[in-house]
């Protein structure tokens, strides 16, 4: 993964389960740039966002009306 900034290869620092403090995502990876310092944090949902699922329901539930 390159750093947004500087376009560097990204290092990476660690996974931590955050599933018990955190109700939205499980765990989150941390990176960080050699280059230009930036920190990334990457949050992992607990159940993947599936947009297509949910508009699949709503556009059934208009057409039944
Ligand atoms: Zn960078």
Request: hydrophobic share 25%; proline share 5%.
């Amino acid at each position: 993964m390159k750093c947004w900034h500087c376009n560097t290869e990204l290092i990476w620092g660690g996974d931590h389960d955050i599933e018990d403090e955190n109700d939205e995502y499980a765990i989150v990876s941390n990176l960080s740039c050699p280059n230009c310092g930036s920190f990334v944090e990457v949050y992992l949902p607990k159940e993947p966002t599936n947009g297509k699922d949910l508009h699949s329901r709503q556009s059934t539930q208009d057409q039944g009306e």
